[in-house]
């Protein structure tokens, strides 16, 4: 059996904006339209960031709620669409945890050290991850560094996160010099304890070597997210044209090494299993 993978792409972040690359999308219908041109390419999930009307980040309902239903009235089930919680400074876990309660996507990704970034939240974050997985929602966990690996096996053992219906996303690069990661930057990573999980994997990474950090992951059996926001740099070195351009080269590169890419639904129906 060939392995298998899901492309998740990320088109724009909290941070960037069209100064860095004048394709990245900002206004609700650039979104829109770049996650179907990914989806066309060969994503299966896309790791959407609303704006407000000034461009910034935000995770206030009003501009999250039009974007997903908007967006899903025009993908239907043919994209996973997953709602980011990141905090970028400006929110506090509360703020975080409303968003999901309002919209209830079918997916969502969380970062650990923001959403229980204390033992003293150990409680109320129970409450709310066990309601999100009861709700359906796909929850991502998101991991910068080992030690924050090793934490969220705690957290599940601990019965604070709940064994099922969810998925991770190692991040490299974050906190190396430039943020520039390197397929090295996975070792560390590497707990036997990661290739014991029932439930799937991911990872993404800063910098140009973004594609050569994903290739080896997807060698190792795992999902990949690529996007704007962590790189701009084609496989080849080049500015990419657009992130649809760097979904058809992973695309390209897993056909090669013989990985089956995941539909949505294949990828949902996945994910699904460890109910």
Same mark, same amino acid.
């Given at each position: 059996?060939?392995?298998?993978?899901?492309?998740?792409?990320?088109?724009?972040?909290?941070?960037?904006?069209?100064?860095?690359?004048?394709?990245?999308?900002?206004?609700?219908?650039?979104?829109?339209?770049?996650?179907?041109?990914?989806?066309?390419?060969?994503?299966?999930?896309?790791?959407?960031?609303? /704006?407000?009307? @000034? $461009?910034?980040?935000?995770?206030?309902?009003?501009?999250?709620?039009? *974007?997903?239903?908007? &967006?899903? +009235?025009?993908?239907?089930?043919?994209?996973?669409?997953?709602?980011?919680?990141?905090?970028?400074?400006?929110?506090?876990?509360?703020?975080?945890?409303?968003?999901?309660?309002?919209?209830?996507?079918?997916?969502?990704?969380?970062?650990?050290?923001?959403?229980?970034?204390?033992?003293?939240?150990?409680?109320?974050?129970?409450?709310?991850?066990?309601?999100?997985?009861?709700?359906?929602?796909?929850?991502?966990?998101?991991?910068?560094?080992?030690?924050?690996?090793?934490?969220?096996?705690?957290?599940?053992?601990?019965?604070?996160?709940?064994?099922?219906?969810?998925?991770?996303?190692?991040?490299?690069? /974050?906190?190396? @010099? $430039?943020?520039?990661?390197?397929?090295?930057?996975?070792?560390?990573? *590497?707990?036997?304890? &990661?290739? +014991?999980?029932?439930?799937?994997?991911?990872?993404?990474?800063?910098?140009?070597?973004?594609?050569?950090?994903?290739?080896?992951?997807?060698?190792?059996?795992?999902?990949?997210?690529?996007?704007?926001?962590?790189?701009?740099?084609?496989?080849?070195?080049?500015?990419?044209?657009?992130?649809?351009?760097?979904?058809?080269?992973?695309?390209?590169?897993?056909?090669?090494?013989?990985?089956?890419?995941?539909?949505?639904?294949?990828?949902?129906?996945?994910?699904?299993?460890?109910?």
């Amino acid at each position: 059996m060939p392995h298998q993978a899901a492309i998740i792409v990320a088109p724009n972040g909290a941070r960037k904006t069209q100064q860095d690359h004048p394709a990245l999308p900002v206004t609700r219908q650039e979104s829109i339209l770049e996650v179907m041109a990914c989806r066309d390419a060969g994503a299966a999930m896309v790791h959407l960031h609303a /704006r407000n009307a @000034k $461009g910034r980040h935000s995770l206030d309902i009003a501009d999250n709620l039009p *974007l997903y239903n908007q &967006l899903k +009235e025009a993908v239907g089930d043919s994209i996973i669409v997953q709602l980011t919680t990141e905090a970028v400074g400006l929110y506090q876990p509360k703020h975080q945890r409303q968003l999901i309660r309002a919209v209830k996507p079918e997916a969502a990704s969380f970062a650990l050290c923001e959403l229980i970034p204390n033992d003293e939240s150990l409680s109320e974050s129970a409450d709310f991850f066990h309601w999100v997985a009861q709700q359906g929602i796909i929850s991502q966990y998101i991991i910068y560094s080992p030690a924050e690996l090793d934490r969220y096996f705690r957290l599940v053992d601990q019965h604070v996160l709940p064994d099922y219906g969810h998925h991770l996303l190692l991040v490299l690069g /974050r906190y190396t @010099k $430039g943020q520039i990661a390197t397929p090295h930057d996975l070792t560390p990573f *590497l707990n036997c304890r &990661l290739f +014991e999980l029932r439930h799937r994997w991911a990872v993404c990474a800063f910098g140009q070597f973004e594609h050569n950090c994903l290739t080896t992951a997807m060698l190792m059996g795992a999902d990949v997210r690529v996007g704007f926001e962590n790189n701009h740099f084609d496989n080849q070195g080049a500015i990419a044209k657009s992130n649809a351009a760097l979904v058809s080269q992973l695309c390209q590169t897993s056909a090669t090494l013989n990985i089956e890419l995941m539909s949505a639904q294949k990828f949902r129906n996945s994910l699904a299993n460890y109910q």
